[in-house]
């Protein structure tokens, strides 16, 4: 149980496009995801936190223009990375916290992004 | 502010030997705590948590963790050290409901 899918796993995009990430959990309902960010060789940035039909919560110095974060349900949370640029290159890892409660949250495996 | 400090950025074991890993959290009460481990190009796999209760915390692959509350530690070990341990180690902490804050990260050889 507890599963967190993400898709894609693996993008390649040219500089200026846009890339949607889409972060789900497969066997339980999550009314809270988050998304983190992880440079090559370092740990996990929160980047924000995304609740259920309602507006994301961003750390400072997150783009909030161009990171956009939709949550419009409860088993899905997309990140959408508008006119990527190289340095938005990166491994972005979503995680689920399931509504019934609880502190454990459960990590998708993870989208690599590298902008061309 | 919150933080999870893990002061070893690279350690190497030999195969057999022994691990410790080291954690320390500052947070205004005991938050949870969490090692996690991550091949690379890899998503996190979680080895074990600690909610409250025995601070002795037994996780997957041999590893165990004590809690410190004196120390604001969480340490992580395991008696003898396989190749295929050889990975990224984070320890992570949160209170309920919130994101985890996890620390930098240390990286563990295994030499043979």
């Known amino acids: 149980g507890a599963v967190v899918s993400q898709h894609p796993s693996r993008v390649i995009c040219k500089s200026g496009t846009s890339v949607k990430i889409e972060c789900r959990s497969l066997?339980?309902?999550?009314?809270?995801m988050f998304w983190y960010r992880q440079f090559p060789k370092q740990s996990l940035m929160l980047m924000a936190t995304?609740?259920?039909?309602?507006?994301?919560?961003?750390e400072q110095g997150v783009e909030k223009d161009k990171f956009l974060i939709n949550h419009a349900s409860l088993t899905l949370s997309t990140l959408t990375v508008t006119s990527a640029h190289p340095e938005d290159s990166s491994f972005y890892i979503c995680?689920?916290?399931?509504?019934?409660?609880?502190?454990?949250?459960?990590f998708g495996p993870g989208t690599r992004l590298t902008v061309t | 502010a919150q933080s999870v400090t893990q002061p070893d950025i690279h350690i190497t074991v030999s195969e057999g030997a022994s691990l410790e890993l080291r954690c320390n959290y500052s947070?205004?009460?005991?938050?949870?705590l969490f090692w996690y481990v991550q091949s690379p190009g890899q998503g996190l796999q979680l080895l074990l948590k600690?909610?409250?209760?025995?601070?002795l915390v037994q996780g997957i692959k041999g590893f165990e963790a004590e809690f410190k509350r004196s120390q604001s530690s969480f340490n992580l070990r395991k008696p003898s050290v396989h190749w295929s341990d050889a990975a990224e180690y984070f320890c992570?902490?949160?209170?309920?409901?919130?994101?985890?804050?996890f620390g930098k990260g240390t990286t563990l050889s295994v030499s043979s």
């Open positions: 992570a902490a949160n209170q309920a409901g919130t994101a985890l804050i």
């Open positions: 600690y909610f409250s209760g025995d601070t």
């Open positions: 066997d339980f309902q999550a009314t809270t």
């Open positions: 995304s609740n259920e039909g309602s507006k994301a919560t961003y």
């Open positions: 995680s689920a916290r399931d509504q019934r409660g609880g502190s454990e949250q459960y």
């Open positions: 947070y205004g009460a005991t938050p949870y």
